[in-house]
């Protein structure tokens, strides 16, 4: 199945199409008020960790660095994933953020392990079920 993410800032127009508008940062964006946005959530558990942020604005870690340690922190909490599969599963989900460049921050990983959790849990549904159990039928005997 296909899903549809889209990425924008929260600067950027609202569209009647957005679907589903999700903000997934730890702080709150600057100069916005909640009413302005068109949140459907604010969902902080899938953002990276306050720390890893610091670590990644304050030049302390490169984007490689920053980039798989998010990820870990996404395979070490799987269940973050799930309010925003849900989203997606529901027709277009729009993950906002207050960052500058969307394509360096954490939100094109994100949708990436959004996206991968989605097939993952597809394939595993498309899969047949366990063996049909045999145990009420009496075995053979031989005597």
Partial sequence: ??????????????????????????????????????????????????????????????AGVFASRYRGELRDAPESLLPLMRYARSGRLTLLSAARDLDASHLPILREAVLTALQEEDAADSEPASPPCFGHESPSSDT
């Fill in 1 to 62: 199945m296909s899903y549809d993410i889209v990425l924008k800032r929260v600067y950027q127009p609202i569209e009647s199409d957005d679907g589903a508008r999700l903000l997934v940062d730890r702080l709150w964006p600057r100069g916005k008020r909640r009413e302005s946005l068109a949140l459907t959530d604010w969902y902080r558990d899938a953002s990276p960790s306050l720390t890893l942020r610091r670590q990644y604005h304050e030049g302390e870690i490169s």
